[in-house]
């Protein structure tokens, strides 16, 4: 098992950024896949980006493209998001979460909430 907490979340004025962190507890965290995805007031919750296990290959979304980095270090069992050019729309709480190869995310963290002011 694996357990996830988030930090890093804010207020930052649009086109600012902010570095969201996941830190996980719990034993071979360099055997999950882990993602983020954030859920927008009165809308559903949305996927963000993923990291390989080895953090070599990495998937966005759309509106998140160029803007956003997904990153981990397996040493610190750390997974990031780094967000730029932020925009009031990526308001939301994100959320990290962690599954295995094949599985689906079963494993998620409590949230941090976002803020982008214009």
């Known amino acids: 098992q694996v357990q996830l907490v988030e930090s890093g979340g804010g207020l930052v004025q649009a086109g600012g950024s902010l570095r969201l962190s996941c830190a996980a507890s719990?034993?071979?965290?360099?055997?999950?896949?882990v993602g983020w995805f954030r859920q927008a007031p009165g809308k559903e919750r949305e996927f963000v980006a993923r990291?390989?296990?080895?953090?070599?290959?990495?998937d966005y979304a759309d509106s998140v493209k160029g803007r956003f980095t997904i990153s981990r270090d397996n040493g610190k069992n750390t997974v990031y998001l780094q967000m730029n050019s932020l925009k009031i729309e990526d308001t939301a709480v994100y959320y990290c979460?962690?599954?295995?190869?094949?599985?689906?995310?079963?494993?998620w963290g409590q949230g941090t909430q976002v803020t982008v002011s214009s």
């Open positions: 990291t390989s296990r080895s953090g070599t290959s990495t």
């Open positions: 979460a962690a599954r295995v190869i094949g599985g689906e995310y079963g494993y």
């Open positions: 719990g034993r071979a965290f360099s055997s999950y896949v």
